[in-house]
């Protein structure tokens, strides 16, 4: 399943869920195939994506869009 932000920036394919056994809760999505130009990923394959930043789940993950996450907005600030 593919994630984007609000703003409709491609951020990587979910590969797995990260659920606290304990609590029952859902904690993250541990995604793969990361958008390079999003974010910048040294000696990893993926990322984990809080559950408290996710908006909306249908056919695609909406995230929420957080200040300076791509890579581009880091540069030109």
Known sequence: MKV???N???VGDVEDVII???TKKL???A???VNREVLELTNFKGVKIPYR???AVGDI???RHLAGMCRTEIIEE
């Open 27 to 29: 904690e993250s999505l």
């Open 8 to 10: 409709a920036v491609y």
């Open 53 to 55: 930043i996710i908006r």
């Open 20 to 22: 606290n056994v304990d």
């Open 31 to 33: 995604l793969g195939n």
């Open 4 to 6: 984007y932000t609000e």
């Open 61 to 63: 993950i909406i995230i």
